[in-house]
């Protein structure tokens, strides 16, 4: 499942992702109030552990922006935090998973090549690591090519089997840096959009255009695998077409916002950075507000 950029783009919308085991077009968001149908699936509840597989060459530095928002996703750093915007995943009936990091594989060796497919990302996630009650999560580097990427999505989740007899359901995404294939389709607003209004681009907070907007993709995954894992679990729409947890709220980062202006952030003040969410180790970040199914609204951090 991917999202159609230049559709999105169109609306002044930008990039976001759904969720599905087959591949899925992001259509036009409706006019509010949003509402998702929970439609009796399971959700993601209990202990789940992240394993990521890097796919290509990335910095120590980069590793460490992701790695320290998967850490911290359950931990204690009080609101506006990773945290508790993680938090909201566990007011979804059934939900309230506890994510911690997992293993981590560095493929460095490119085993499929620099051009990869959507069955290539599902054999990399199926065949690396154990599977019960974990996440396999695929990163891709800036010179990987992905079948979709840029083009159709930023990234997308799926469910797969494995084990004994395949007897084992996992949840899975894939997820690419931008910086230098489609800043403008990928890793707003951290970079001018496509098309729509030219304002300045944010400072992104951890100094890195593409891994501050992959983080923006994988908030958007994780909080679409918890809520929606295996395609029958909260969406709105279509199966096929599903709007997820945050993909239902495009470009809701802060309060204000409108399609193509973020919404009010704070301000780092020794960068001029933008962020929304503190993190473990000092760290900030900015990402999506969430459908908030108590209050029925997309709401954003700050």
């Known amino acids: 499942m991917g999202i159609n950029i230049l559709h999105l783009l169109s609306l002044l919308l930008l990039p976001l992702v759904t969720t599905a085991m087959l591949q899925h077009e992001l ?119 992905v079948e979709g990427f840029c083009l159709a999505s930023c990234g997308i989740h799926r469910w797969a089997t494995a084990g004994k007899h395949n007897g084992t359901k996992f949840a899975y995404l894939w997820a690419g840096n931008s910086e230098t294939q489609c800043p403008g389709g990928c890793a707003w607003p951290f970079h ?24 923006i993709r994988i908030a958007t995954l994780l909080a679409g695998i918890a809520t929606n894992p295996y395609g029958d679990g909260y969406f709105l729409g279509d199966k096929l077409a599903p709007l997820e947890a945050v993909t239902a709220c495009p470009g809701t980062f802060g309060t204000g916002y409108y399609p193509g202006y973020p919404g009010k952030l704070l301000i780092d003040e020794t960068t001029g950075a933008s962020y929304n969410a503190d993190g473990l180790a000092g760290r900030k970040y900015l990402i999506p507000g969430m459908w908030n199914p108590v209050t029925k609204e997309c709401t954003p951090l700050v």
């Open 27 to 145: 259509f036009a968001v409706p006019d509010d109030p949003v509402i998702l149908d929970y439609h009796n699936g399971t959700l993601l509840t209990g202990n789940y552990s992240i394993n990521i597989i890097w796919y290509g060459d990335f910095t120590a530095a980069q590793r460490g922006i992701v790695i320290d928002f998967i850490t911290s996703l359950s931990s204690s750093t009080p609101a506006p935090s990773v945290a508790s915007w993680w938090k909201t995943t566990s007011l979804y009936q059934g939900g309230g998973a506890q994510i911690t990091l997992g293993s981590q594989y560095f493929d460095t060796n490119l085993s499929f090549g620099k051009s990869l497919t959507r069955k290539n990302l599902s054999q990399l996630a199926t065949d690396n690591g154990h599977h019960k009650n974990a996440i396999t999560a695929i990163f891709t580097a800036q010179n990987i090519l």
């Open 192 to 215: 001018k959009p496509i098309y729509g209004p030219q304002d300045p681009p944010l400072i992104p907070p951890n100094g890195d255009i593409g891994m501050d907007g992959l983080i």
